[in-house]
């Protein structure tokens, strides 16, 4: 009897870890996708940047011209039917190297979030279900790295590497993993203590199985809005670090690159600081708002206002 009695509490606890996490998972995606449904902020947010990202991938095909070409004859046109938003100090058009420069910027921002994604999560992960020295070990590096400011740690990382576009995404990646860890590790130890985790461990899973497959699962939502909003920072940063002549080359277009080069005529051509800069705006602003709400939807206390 009492081996049939261990074997029901083994039973009952895959069956508890099993279905404590799975179901809880769909319900959390299918409660998401209709606050997302009726909230017009949210929603309007998230077509913005579908439609930014449409241009980035389709900038070659609706860009009206080059993003390098240069007509001496055009230079420092003001926005007119032909330049919708003028032409630079070299005659190229800033409206089609607008479009062009989405794709770099995008480009480099999302692959430097998923850098730091990765090198934040699975530190976090471990740091918040070993616990002990390694803990001790990870944290105190985060501390470290957190003295500095995003911004001037990026730089710091740009003089060790050096100056170029890759360099440039290692930059922010690395500047922003100490945040992934402290919030992963966090959420870490606020479930690892749970029931069906518990329920994992009796019925003999490994520790990477108790972590990935049943701890992982309940970070990936604060992990999200993390990452929304490091999208928005990492826009900015690298906006302001090609701004400062740290990233790509000319006449690569990218929106803090362009605003550099009119930065010089900024009395007499405003235009051409004002297009990328209006693209840097308006990305991070639906960006932001879509984080504000995925940070609102992830919150209980808030959630009912939705």
Not at 82 to 98: I, K, N, P, Y
Not at 107 to 113: E, G, I, N, Q, S
Not at 173 to 198: C, D, Q
Not at 288 to 302: E, I, K, Q, T
């Amino acid at each position: 009897m009492s081996d049939i009695s261990a074997s029901a509490d083994v039973s009952t606890g895959a069956l508890l870890a099993q279905e404590m996490v799975v179901p809880s998972r769909g319900r959390g995606w299918a409660r998401t996708l209709r606050q997302l449904s009726r909230n017009k902020g949210a929603t309007l947010s998230l077509i913005i940047l579908l439609l930014i990202v449409f241009v980035a991938v389709a900038a070659p095909a609706i860009a009206p011209y080059k993003p390098d070409e240069v007509v001496v004859t055009d230079r420092l046109q003001p926005p007119s039917p032909a330049h919708l938003m003028g032409t630079d100090q070299f005659g190229r058009d800033v409206f089609s190297r607008t479009l062009h420069g989405t794709r770099i910027t995008l480009m480099f921002a999302l692959t430097a979030v998923f850098l730091s994604t990765i090198m934040g999560v699975i530190p976090g992960l471990i740091a918040g279900y070993s616990g002990g020295l390694l803990d001790v070990i990870i944290m105190r590096i985060v501390d470290i790295m957190l003295a500095f400011p995003g911004i001037l740690l990026a730089l710091i990382v740009v003089a060790i590497l050096g100056v170029g576009l890759s360099q440039l995404i290692w930059a922010i990646a690395i500047s922003y993993i100490p945040v992934y860890i402290r919030l992963v590790r966090g959420s870490v130890v606020a479930t690892k203590e749970n029931m069906y985790v518990e329920a994992a461990r009796v019925v003999g899973c490994t520790n990477f199985r108790v972590m990935f497959r049943h701890i992982l699962p309940n970070v990936v939502f604060p992990v999200m809005v993390t990452s929304t909003t490091a999208i928005a920072w990492a826009i900015l940063s690298g906006t302001a670090l090609n701004f400062l002549g740290l990233g790509v080359r000319p006449p690569i277009p990218e929106w803090g690159a362009d605003m550099a080069d009119g930065r010089n005529y900024l009395r007499m051509s405003w235009w051409i600081t004002s297009g990328p800069g209006f693209a840097v705006m308006i990305t991070i602003l639906a960006v932001n708002l879509l984080g504000d709400w995925m940070a609102s939807a992830m919150d209980p206390r808030l959630r009912q206002r939705l």
